[in-house]
């Protein structure tokens, strides 16, 4: 059973720019969520959507936002990009996004911004 | 403000030893706490925990949680050096039907030959 999968891997963008980041979760998965991880802050929330809504948003500016698809993928997105957007951007998925099943974690995108 | 504070922040010690690592929370609505291992990669899932006194074990690994007085261990016994990584505590609140995890900031174990 194939785990979280994001694409990209990794990725170099220039301040200013606009990144998009690509999630698609275990099958069956319907609950998706996104968090960055920086040496300082650590794991931070950024938002979770489930049936192609947004449930769940953390304390990030409103350059950063999502969607998801009927199929259950997710995509985010960093417009007019800053140095210290410069991260490792995680998805999680769970099935039924109801509290009890298990997130689990993909790779991850390593964001650098110059 | 959910907060979820880990220690020791980093530990060394020598294959075989067994290591005790501590994660204290205060949350609203606290639904599990979930331990995670991470290598220089995804965190990968180890336990969740629901309920007080009841201790989940995997191999060398095994981890209980108490509700009453807010904290969790996780503990590893007979360490090898694989074993050497973050790990992370994370808790899980209610926030109406939405799911998040609140993170604390890791310990960093390492384990030398």
């Known amino acids: 059973k194939a785990g979280v999968t994001q694409t990209p891997r990794y990725l170099i963008k220039t301040r200013g720019q606009q990144v998009t980041l690509s999630c698609s979760p275990i099958?069956?998965?319907?609950?998706v969520s996104w968090y960055q991880q920086t040496p300082g802050q650590g794991l931070q929330f950024l938002f979770e959507?489930?049936?192609?809504?947004?449930?769940n948003k953390g304390n990030f500016p409103g350059r950063f936002s999502g969607r998801q698809f009927s199929n259950s993928r997710s995509e985010m997105n960093v417009s007019t990009l800053e140095l210290g957007d410069s991260a490792l951007y995680l998805c999680?998925?769970?099935?039924?996004?109801?509290?009890?099943?298990?997130?689990?974690f993909g790779e991850g995108s390593w964001l650098t911004v110059v | 403000e959910d907060k979820v504070v880990q220690s020791p922040l980093s530990l060394v010690v020598h294959e075989g030893d067994t290591v005790t690592l501590n994660c204290s929370y205060e949350?609203?609505?606290?639904?599990?706490l979930l331990w995670y291992k991470q290598e220089k990669k995804a965190p990968t899932f180890l336990f969740m925990l629901?309920?007080?006194?009841i201790e989940k074990k995997s191999g060398r690994l095994s981890s209980i949680l108490d509700k009453k007085e807010l904290f969790s261990i996780l503990n590893i016994t007979a360490t090898q050096t694989g074993d050497s990584a973050v790990y992370l505590c994370?808790?899980?609140?209610?926030?109406?039907?939405?799911?998040?995890?609140?993170f604390g900031s890791g310990t960093q174990l390492t384990v030398l030959p």
């Open positions: 999680a998925s769970s099935r039924a996004g109801v509290s009890g099943n298990t997130i689990y």
């Open positions: 949350v609203t609505n606290f639904r599990s």
């Open positions: 099958s069956g998965h319907r609950s």
């Open positions: 959507y489930f049936s192609e809504t947004q449930r």
């Open positions: 994370a808790v899980e609140a209610s926030s109406g039907s939405a799911r998040q995890l609140t």
């Open positions: 629901t309920s007080s006194g």
